[in-house]
């Protein structure tokens, strides 16, 4: 979808009227997460602008990423900061809703609480805008008391949207309220595709950085399997220690994999696995987006039974959910897998896509991010009456 910038305001409208859950909302996103940047939370922005244009007067201002696919630099972003800002003085009071989409805007609802109080401010939380500042160094240390502040004025923010439980939890411990939880949500279009036999590998996809456990996997459980299983790996290099796993004659290291040639890997893998592992609350998977792409596109899945990613699993339906750090249960499960009949194979990948598209559909993420957008317009609604029906209870009282 292009970018929609927001125009001028059309006369009569610069203060919206009538009851919020009686009219179409009028709602501003703003993301500083979006194409030709590529990740999980670009591919959140997109998908949702997608499908909130039908059911509410959306508005999308949206910082591009670089054209390789990396995110905007430090000057872009803080002009970015800037032209929303000026939005927001000019036409901020045309909004019902002003939507940010992630923490780091944080600051802009702030600023438009001060300038636009009738507006009600919603923000996303994806984990990795909370987990960077459970990090060690100055860099986690310096975003730590970004976080702190916006805790202070949580005033300024009416609901926070989470992916799931765990990033709840953490929003909550960095000391956020009214925190409601919306699971993400994957593109699953046609029927499940024919399940092949499978081919003597296992595949891993994402980033290469400790807690998603490529490293333990291949340290841990790649040896106790049988010697013709292999591992894939579709991803990118994040840190150096995961990437002296790879020297293992076992592992193929396919750099980045997107579309139909990744649809093909997963569907070919004995399993697509998702290893992560506890980091004592050092980091934390916010959701877990692959996992649904990966029961998507005709893969068996099986994953650690940790932070966001028991909300994007079901457990014996879209895969499979194991205890981390158990090599035996996952050498176990690999082995089960690989040995199932061509029937049972099917029987699942077709119930697993039937899942996904019923449950994980973006539709359902847009109708439940409205709600919690009416509910936080009901809410200020509600405040405004309140002093009114003070004042009509204590009339008479006065009047004596």
């Known amino acids: 979808m292009p970018v929609s910038e927001p125009g001028p305001a059309r006369p009569g409208s610069s203060t ?18 979006w194409p030709p940047a590529v990740g999980g ?13 039908a059911a509410v007067d959306l508005e999308v201002l949206a910082l591009p990423g670089r054209r390789k696919g990396d995110p905007p630099g430090l000057l872009a972003l803080l002009t970015f900061f800037a032209r929303a800002a000026w939005h927001l003085a000019r036409q901020g009071g045309r909004y019902d809703v002003f939507h940010l989409s992630d923490l780091v805007l944080a600051p802009l609802a702030r600023l438009n609480r001060a300038m ?32 702190g502040w916006t805790a202070r004025h949580r005033d300024a923010l009416d609901a926070v949207v989470a992916n799931s ?7 909550e411990r960095a000391g956020l309220d009214r925190v409601v939880v ?4 994957t593109r699953s279009t046609g029927a499940a595709p024919a399940a092949v036999p499978p081919e003597p590998y296992v595949l891993f996809v994402g980033r290469l950085v400790r807690r998603k456990g ?13 010697e013709e299983i292999t591992l894939k790996i579709a991803g990118t290099l994040w840190d150096p220690d995961e990437g002296s796993a790879l020297e293992s004659p076992r592992v193929a290291f396919l750099g980045p994999v997107f579309g139909a040639e990744l649809a093909e890997l997963r569907r070919r893998a004995i399993a697509v696995i998702m290893p992560n592992v506890p980091l004592g609350g050092r980091d ?32 014996g339906r879209t895969g499979f959910l194991l205890e981390p750090e158990k090599p035996a249960l996952w050498v176990e499960r690999i082995l089960e897998i690989r040995d199932w009949s061509g029937a049972q194979r099917q029987a ?35 405040r405004r009456k309140a002093p009114r029906r003070l004042e009509k209870q204590l009339g008479p009282l006065g009047q004596r």
């Open 16 to 33: 919206p009227t009538g009851s919020a859950a009686e009219r179409r909302l009028k709602v501003l996103f703003v993301t500083r997460k």
């Open 41 to 53: 939370m670009e591919t959140y922005c997109v998908e949702l602008v997608e499908e909130l244009k």
């Open 116 to 147: 636009n109080p009738e507006c009600r401010n919603v923000i996303s939380a994806h984990g990795t805008d909370i987990a960077f500042g459970l990090r060690r160094g100055w860099k986690p240390a310096l975003y730590r008391r970004f976080l």
């Open 165 to 171: 439980r765990a990033t709840r939890r953490q929003c």
């Open 182 to 185: 919306v699971p993400l949500a």
């Open 214 to 226: 490529a490293g333990w996997f291949i340290r841990e459980v790649l040896p106790r399997l049988p």
């Open 284 to 315: 934390f998977e916010g959701f877990g987006l692959t996992a649904l792409e990966a029961a998507a596109d005709g893969g068996v899945l099986l994953a650690s039974g940790i932070d966001g990613i028991v909300d994007a699993v079901a457990d």
């Open 348 to 382: 699942f990948l077709a119930g697993a896509r039937d899942t996904v598209r019923d449950q994980f559909c973006w539709s359902r993420v847009a109708a439940e991010t409205i709600g919690v957008y009416r509910r936080a317009c009901d809410r200020r609604r509600r």
